[in-house]
């Protein structure tokens, strides 16, 4: 169907800003309220779901910002540079250093956002650094090489890293530091944990993904991508892992011994464009899924059917993030194109 006659939701249920930059990253803050665009020119811009108040920019690396994430505290976020800050950007504007790393870069934050507690991490080189709410450090896990990825588990008690060679687990809480070395030659780029804490899984250099079943030390091994996977996401039950890289949605299925010996779905393929971006709902077995000209869908995973999101345009998709109750979608583009679609429900 030509994207001419299609009736997305960005034009009914959208709010759009054409941005100066490279959107790096996107997510939205504790509360599910505010939105947070992360930019290549170190700044970060701030919207508030459901209101057409200007969006506010905020300055807060001198360099170029590489990582964002949702700080434990409604209505803030936390972010690292390549001028070496671990910072937090409070609801009220402030800036506050968390920590500083001089010439080495902040390429990773995370978070484990909870009610009563939470966590924070980054990284710089071969190092993770974790601090609790408020900043203050608990402690630094060393690698053999450099990060290139960090996740924290569903439930806050453990944090991975993927470098070279394979991946490393934590115990946050370890009172004497005994991580699990999980191996698997290659540069391994980024990490995820399933939502049951039974598997990690990397994205690699070398267009495939890899896996280790910690149950039994499975190698799992994902491969036949025609580009790099940049973003994998767990559906809400742990059941697929959808993933980028392909000309469409590849989703491995986790359950029934999978994915090794089982074939992958693919969703949403068959225009032959790169698929750049994809977040899984928090509630319903939905994918949203951007791709590399700017196109944006929403997808049931159960059914296949296809709900426009976005017409292409703007650039390729390099950022992707639900809020925490799945009610709202952000996207953003390489050529700074960044936007928030309602997905409320609405009576009549």
């Known amino acids: 169907m030509s994207s ?9 249920r959208g ?5 100066d930059g490279f959107v790096v990253a996107a997510c939205f803050d504790a509360s599910g309220t505010v939105a947070s665009f992360g930019m290549g020119d170190g700044t970060q811009h701030l919207a508030r779901v459901g209101e057409t108040d200007p969006w506010v920019r905020h300055v807060v690396h001198e360099g170029g910002l590489l990582a964002l994430a949702p700080d434990v505290t409604p209505g803030s976020f936390i972010s690292g540079g390549d001028d070496g800050f671990f910072r937090r950007l409070r609801a009220n504007g402030d800036i506050d250093d968390i920590a500083s790393f001089g010439s080495r870069w902040v ?11 939470g966590l924070l991490a980054c990284s710089e ?3 993770v650094h974790l601090f609790d709410r408020d900043g203050r450090k608990l402690k630094s896990l060393d690698h053999p090489s450099t990060v290139a990825g960090i996740g924290f588990d569903a439930k806050g008690k453990r944090v991975a890293a993927a470098h070279y060679n394979g991946a490393t687990l934590w115990f946050v809480a370890a009172k ?3 991580p699990r070395k ?7 780029t980024g990490v995820v944990i399933h939502p049951d804490g039974t598997a990690v899984v990397t994205s690699m250099q070398e267009n495939a993904l890899h896996g280790w079943r910690l149950t039994d030390g499975q190698n799992m091994r994902m491969s036949g991508y025609p580009a790099k996977t940049a973003f994998m996401s ?3 039950n742990g059941k697929w892992l959808a993933t980028s890289g392909a000309d469409a949605v590849v989703l491995w299925p986790f359950f029934g011994g999978g994915p090794m010996g089982k074939a992958p779905t693919e969703l949403a393929g068959g225009a032959g464009v790169i698929c750049t971006a994809v977040a899984c709902h928090p509630l319903q077995d939905v994918v949203a899924a951007g791709f590399a000209d700017g196109m944006v869908v929403l997808i049931d995973i159960g059914t296949g059917r296809i709900l ?3 017409p292409p345009g703007g650039g390729s998709v390099s950022a992707m993030a639900w809020n925490s109750t799945g009610a709202w979608l952000a996207f953003g583009t390489e050529d700074g194109r960044a936007a928030l679609i309602d997905l409320t429900a609405r009576e009549g």
């Open 4 to 12: 001419s006659r299609l009736e997305y939701l960005l034009a009914s």
């Open 15 to 19: 709010m759009v800003r054409e941005l």
């Open 125 to 127: 080189r071969k190092t």
């Open 234 to 236: 767990f559906s809400r």
């Open 308 to 310: 426009p999101g976005a």
């Open 176 to 178: 004497t530091d005994s």
């Open 182 to 188: 999980l191996e698997w030659k290659g540069s391994h």
């Open 107 to 117: 390429e990773h934050v995370t978070s484990f956002v909870d009610a009563k507690s």
